[in-house]
């Protein structure tokens, strides 16, 4: 039984990426309770199947509700890719009517509007999300007149995670990825950062993309979006907890958490290990 009364906003992701959309929303509305849970242990996730993405993420949205939470952003693209849409329209009116699961790729997707002059947009995501297609489906929803160009960057992730984005190596791999995308398409004017993990690359892609090309990042284009959300959203504003406390969970061992965790969020951070 789902305790009816106010909890934390839950924020799930397959690892650690969803913390830097994490540390934007905390940020902007600080005075919010906010749980937020890593599937290190399984992570990543983005070479993983759609029925494998969508059951660890249900898992994980089940688990967060369990601990109270009657909102929960999925704070990673793969995971929004493979499973938003399932478990929205699917598992949602079954196991919990009136809790809301909200992803990240429509708030992206919107700040298109007006930003494009060439109509010419490149995605840069996992393999999976690039896969899926979800990003030019949704932006052909919106604008359609929009061209849209993927490119999957499978070793972005794992640079990140390595602590290496700062080094040669990444250099290479980034240079690679984006010469590819705009051999593919040369009039692109704007680049989504389709992955939670590529804001830390930002200074590094910026090297090789011309000045003229905008650079869409996640973290605050979701935390306002959030925001409206609530605004908009009084029935489900009421049950959000409102004491400041961060509570963080992870599959993985505590001491790992803290390690990589303190990439991301350059302060020190303390979680508890959780089984799915
Ligand atoms: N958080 C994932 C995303 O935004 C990247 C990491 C993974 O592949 O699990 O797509």
């Known amino acids: 039984m789902l305790s009816p009364t106010p909890g934390a906003i839950g924020i799930f992701d397959s690892g650690y990426g969803g913390l830097t959309i994490f540390e934007k929303i905390a940020?902007?509305?600080?005075?919010?309770?906010?749980?937020?849970?890593?599937?290190?242990?399984?992570?990543?996730y983005g070479t993983r199947s759609f029925d494998v993405v969508y059951e660890f993420t249900l898992q994980s949205v089940e688990k967060l509700f369990e601990m109270g939470c009657h909102l929960v952003i999925l704070a990673c693209n793969t995971a929004s890719a493979k499973a938003l849409r399932t478990i929205q329209q699917k598992d949602l009116p079954h196991i919990?009517?009136?809790?809301?699961?909200?992803?990240i790729i429509r708030p992206t997707v919107e700040m298109l509007d007006g930003l494009t002059k060439s109509k010419h947009v490149g995605i840069l995501g996992t393999v999976g999300t690039i896969q899926s297609n979800s990003y030019a489906l949704e932006i052909q929803k919106?604008?359609?007149?929009?061209k849209v160009v993927g490119e999957a960057c499978p070793m972005w992730v794992p640079l990140v995670e390595n602590n290496e984005y700062e080094t040669a190596g990444a250099d290479f791999f980034i240079k690679k990825n984006i010469d590819h995308l705009?051999?593919?398409?040369?009039?692109?004017?704007?680049?989504?950062?389709?992955?939670?993990?590529?804001?830390?690359?930002?200074?590094?892609?910026?090297q090789f993309v011309s000045p003229n090309i905008n650079i869409i990042s996640q973290g605050e284009i979701v935390a306002e979006s959030l925001k409206?959300?609530?605004?908009?959203?009084?029935?489900?504003?009421?049950?959000?907890?409102?004491?400041?406390?961060?509570?963080?969970?992870?599959?993985?061992?505590?001491?790992?958490?803290?390690?990589?965790?303190?990439v991301f969020l350059k302060h020190a951070v303390s979680a508890k290990r959780i089984a799915l």
């Not at 940020?27 to 990543?44: S, T, V």
């Not at 919106?142 to 929009?146: S, Y």
């Not at 489900?236 to 992870?250: A, D, H, M, P, V």
């Open 228 to 262: 409206q959300y609530l605004q908009v959203h009084p029935e489900i504003e009421q049950k959000c907890s409102k004491n400041g406390k961060r509570t963080f969970y992870t599959t993985e061992e505590k001491q790992k958490f803290a390690e990589s965790a303190s």
């Open 96 to 103: 919990a009517p009136n809790r809301r699961v909200l992803g």
């Open 182 to 206: 705009l051999k593919n398409d040369s009039q692109i004017d704007t680049l989504i950062l389709a992955c939670t993990h590529f804001p830390l690359l930002l200074n590094k892609i910026k």
């Open 142 to 146: 919106l604008f359609p007149e929009i």
């Open 27 to 44: 940020r902007l509305l600080p005075e919010y309770d906010y749980i937020y849970l890593g599937d290190n242990a399984r992570a990543p």
